[in-house]
C-alpha cells in the first residue's frame, strides 16, 4: 500500500499513488470482467438453448436474487473494514479472532436467507408482478439459486478478509475457476442435455459452491495472523457485533438499493415478457461497465480504512481523488463504447429486431451513465474509510432509493414510457453525488483539524 514519502512534496496525484492503487484494483477489475462474462455466457446459453421466455424468467428472478446476494456482499464489507484498520493500527494479536468472527457471520446470515429464499421465492415473485407465462420458471430457477447464498457469504467474507491485507489476486483465481466451471456446466446441462432453467440453476449452485471451497482452503492454509483456525475460542463476539455495526449499514444499503431496483423490474414487468427479455439483455451487457464502478470503490474503503487505522489522515485525499479519476474515466469511456455499439451486442443475446431496440433504452439512459455510480461509490466508501459509517448509508438511502420509489409512484405513474422509468437511475445518482461530497468535505476537515491538534 501507499505510504508517504517525508522528502516529496505534498500532490494529489503522482506515479506511485497510481502504481499502488492500480496493483489493488486490476484482479478486482479482472474478476469482474471475468463473473461478467461468465454472466454473458450463461445468459447466451438460455437465451438461445432455451427461449426467449426462458431468457425473461431468468431476468425476471434476477433482481430478487441480488436483493439478498448483495446484501451479504454489503455485509461483508465490514469485516474488510475492521481488518483493515487493525492492519493499519498493527494490532496483530486480535486478527486472528476477528478472521474466525467473520466466517461465522457469513455461515449464520448465509444460511438464513438460503432457507428464507427457498421457502418464499414464489410469493416474492408473484409481489414483483412477475408476467404469468414466465412464473414458473423464474420461481423454479430462484429457489434453485437461493441454494448457493451460503456459499456465496463464504466467498464474500473470504475475499473481504483477503482484501483488506491488500491481496486481491487469490479471490479473482477463485473466481475464474468457479466461473468457467459454471460456464462449462451450463453449456452441458442447458446445450447438450436440455435440462433447460433446472440446469442453469444448478449450475451456478455448483459454481459457487467451488469458489467458498477455494476461499476457505487458502484461509485454513494462510500463514501469519490471517490464518483461520477451527477453534470455538477464537470468536469473540465484541468483535461480530463491531464488524456489523460497520456491515449492515453497506449490508442495508446495498438491499434497499435492490428494493428500489426491484420495484423498477416490477415496473418493468408491466410493458410486458418482451421487454422484460429486453432489459435483462440489455443489463447483460451494462455490466461490463461495473469493471471499473465496483473495483475502485472497493480501493478507497480498503486504502481509506487501513490510513484512518495509522491515523495518516493526509494521505486519504490523495487515495479519494485517484480513485475518483480512474473509476471515472473508465466508466465513462466504457459507457460510452457500448452505447455506440449497442445494438451490435445485444444482437448476441436475442434475434428479434424489436427486442434489440427496446433494449437501446436501457444501454441510453442507464448503462451511460453508470459512470456516476462509480464516482458516488467512490465518495461514500472513503466516507466510510474515514470512520463515518451511518450518515452517508442513510444519505444514499433517501436520495437513491427513496427518490426511486417517489419518482416511480409520481412521474413515471403520469408518463407510463420506458425512457421515463430509467431516467431515474441518472437523476437518482447526481443527487446522492452531490451531497455526498458534501459530507465528505466536512468530514475531511474535520480529521484534519484533529490531526493538527495533536501536534
Not at 10 to 36: G, H
Amino acid at each position: 500500500m501507499y505510504m508517504k514519502d517525508p522528502e516529496k512534496k505534498e500532490a494529489l496525484f503522482d506515479k506511485a499513488l497510481y502504481k499502488d492503487i492500480l496493483s489493488f484494483a486490476w484482479p478486482i477489475m479482472l474478476a469482474n470482467l471475468l463473473q461478467i462474462s461468465f454472466n454473458f455466457a450463461d445468459t447466451l446459453v438460455v437465451g438461445n438453448y432455451v427461449s426467449e421466455k426462458g431468457l425473461a424468467a431468468v431476468g425476471s428472478a434476477a433482481p430478487l436474487i441480488v436483493f439478498f446476494t448483495w446484501g451479504l456482499n454489503g455485509l461483508s464489507l465490514g469485516a474488510d473494514v475492521l481488518i483493515s484498520r487493525m492492519i493499519g493500527a498493527k494490532e496483530h494479536g486480535t486478527i486472528p479472532k476477528a478472521v474466525c468472527s467473520a466466517i461465522a457471520i457469513a455461515l449464520c446470515f448465509g444460511s438464513l436467507i438460503g432457507v428464507f429464499g427457498f421457502l418464499f421465492s414464489r410469493q416474492l415473485l408473484v409481489l414483483l408482478s412477475t408476467p404469468a407465462d414466465i412464473l414458473a420458471d423464474a420461481s423454479l430457477y430462484t429457489r434453485i439459486y437461493f441454494l448457493a447464498c451460503l456459499p456465496i457469504a463464504v466467498y464474500h467474507f473470504g475475499s473481504s478478509i483477503l482484501r483488506a491485507s491488500g491481496n486481491t489476486k487469490d479471490p479473482t483465481r477463485f473466481l475464474a475457476v468457479s466461473g468457467a466451471s459454471n460456464v462449462i456446466l451450463n453449456f452441458l446441462s442447458v446445450a447438450l442435455l436440455k435440462r433447460g432453467i433446472i440446469g442453469a440453476a444448478v449450475s451456478s449452485v455448483i459454481a459457487q459452491c467451488i469458489s467458498a471451497f477455494l476461499i476457505l482452503r487458502k484461509l485454513f492454509r494462510e500463514e501469519g495472523y490471517l490464518r483461520l483456525k477451527a477453534d470455538k475460542d477464537l470468536l469473540d463476539f465484541s468483535l461480530i457485533g463491531r464488524m456489523l455495526r460497520y456491515g449492515i449499514p453497506s449490508a442495508l444499503q446495498n438491499q434497499l438499493f435492490s428494493f428500489s431496483n426491484i420495484i423498477i423490474q416490477s415496473s418493468i414487468n408491466s410493458f410486458g415478457s418482451d421487454f422484460v427479455a429486453a432489459n435483462t439483455a440489455a443489463n447483460a451487457i451494462e455490466e461490463y461497465v461495473y469493471v471499473f464502478v465496483d473495483a475502485f470503490p472497493l480501493a478507497s474503503l480498503s486504502f481509506n480504512s487501513r490510513l484512518y487505522g495509522a491515523k495518516d489522515y493526509k494521505q486519504i485525499a490523495r487515495i479519494t481523488c485517484t480513485t475518483f479519476l480512474i473509476c471515472g474515466i473508465g466508466a465513462f469511456g466504457i459507457g460510452t463504447f457500448i452505447l455506440l455499439n449497442g445494438r451490435l451486442f445485444l444482437s448476441f443475446l436475442v434475434q428479434e429486431p424489436g427486442i434489440i431496440e427496446l433494449g437501446m433504452y436501457r444501454l441510453f439512459f442507464v448503462t451511460f451513465f453508470l459512470f456516476m455510480n462509480g464516482l458516488l461509490d467512490v465518495i461514500v466508501n472513503s466516507i466510510r474509510g474515514m470512520g463515518l459509517v451511518t450518515l452517508p448509508t442513510i444519505v444514499t438511502l433517501v436520495c437513491v432509493c427513496g427518490f426511486r420509489l417517489f419518482y416511480i409512484y409520481t412521474v413515471f405513474s403520469a408518463h407510463h414510457t420506458p425512457s421515463v422509468l430509467y431516467g431515474c437511475f441518472p437523476l437518482s445518482w447526481t443527487l446522492a453525488f452531490v451531497i455526498q461530497l458534501g459530507i465528505w468535505i466536512l468530514r475531511y476537515r474535520k480529521i484534519s483539524r484533529e490531526e493538527a491538534e495533536t501536534f
